[in-house]
């Protein structure tokens, strides 16, 4: 049973589950005061703060980063649906956002599209939040949205019942059994009180890396929520670096590669109270995550040139719909006419020669038809924002091969 593995000092945060004689609960206890002061922890945090200040440095001085900020939340939220369990891809997503229909897409497609919105959302919210916002508020109503409203998992509102980890079985067979309902909403205000606001007295002699890393491990030993714990955990990850007026984090492709690392350093710090792996794998996925975000843009920065020189050689003028299309396509490689129509301010046929001009110039090429509505498709932009970086094509070869589905959470 999971709660033999709770060293002496966490026992007391064990609380017996009403109507279970044999099974104990965890109350989250409170995050450390430190970091552990071990030489690899202390090198890691070196590496993500240095990776995080060339990704701010780079977003002041690059346009082209800022220009695909929302395909890259769109990517973000795709990933995170996929450690879930999500069949749909960025290709999905892109398709669906153009057409507005489902109609061949996998039926998941819609929730990826509501975790984009909800990221997107939460993103301006931490810009005007900053640090000593009220959190809790913010990650309620990105829950309510996320879930679409659904009440039978109470959208937008703590979970009141228990829910218990495991891949089937009793709660008596659970990996982890997280808090009772009723210390759900004090263990929220002590993880936005001691770690989100970071206010004076509390963390703010923490690197912000730790303080990532301890939000979103406390937040998932809590799972203040009945489903959707995961995607609006790892958002903290993207919002908290943006109210410190960094760019935003998007980790979860690297996560999903990791997986089965990423859960037994969640399972870690769960159960022992030992942080330390999952401050070392965070750490390393920030360093990638901020090398493969300014790879992307350099690439989509340097495609767009070369559409821009290709269609420039053509005599289009500069101001034309045409010479404009490819500043939008960056953002957007999978558009409809109305799209284009609505983002440029013209005319739906004058998007349709937009489009066909970029079609003979080999820019884009014409996508099957969705329902009633043609999608055009910039094919080497989809092609750059699926592939893989190195090292998460590195990490799935060496990462161990994780045979079971993610471990649900049950009522």
Known sequence: MWWHG?????????????GHTRAFALVAPPVPD???????VQRALIDAHEALGALRGVAAHFPGLAAIDTVLAQREAVASSQIKGARSTL????????????????????????????LTHGLGAAAQTRQDGEWLRLINRLHAVLMGGDQGMSAGAYRRHQVWIGQGGGIEQATFVPAPPEWVAPCMAELERRT?????????????????????????????????????????????PVAHGYPPLYLSSDLRAAKAEYYSALACLQVRGDWAPWLVLLCEAIVRACEDTISVATDLNA???????????????????????????????????????ENLSISKQAANVALGNLVDAGILSR?????????????DAVQRLERPSDSARLFRSEAPRDSASEATPQP
């Open 367 to 379: 996508g099957a038809p969705q329902g009633q509505r043609q999608v055009f498709q910039a094919s």
């Open 6 to 18: 709770v060293p002496d000092e966490r026992r007391y945060f064990l609380r017996q589950v009403e």
């Open 303 to 341: 495609l767009v040139s070369k559409w821009e020189a290709e269609l420039s050689g053509r005599q289009y003028r500069s101001d034309s719909a045409t010479a404009r299309l490819p500043r939008l396509l960056v953002g957007r490689p999978i558009v409809s006419v109305r799209q284009v129509a």
């Open 91 to 118: 290709r999905d997503l892109l398709t669906y956002e153009a057409t507005g229909g489902a109609q061949g897409l996998p039926a998941d497609v819609e929730g990826a599209k509501r975790c984009a919105e909800v």
């Open 34 to 40: 430190y970091v552990p002061p071990t030489p690899e």
């Open 196 to 240: 989100l606001k970071n206010g004076p007295g509390q963390h703010a002699a923490l690197p912000l890396v730790a303080q990532l890393a301890f939000a979103h491990g406390q937040f998932q030993t809590i799972r203040p929520f009945h489903d959707g714990n995961g995607r609006v955990g790892r958002m903290l990850l993207s919002l908290l």
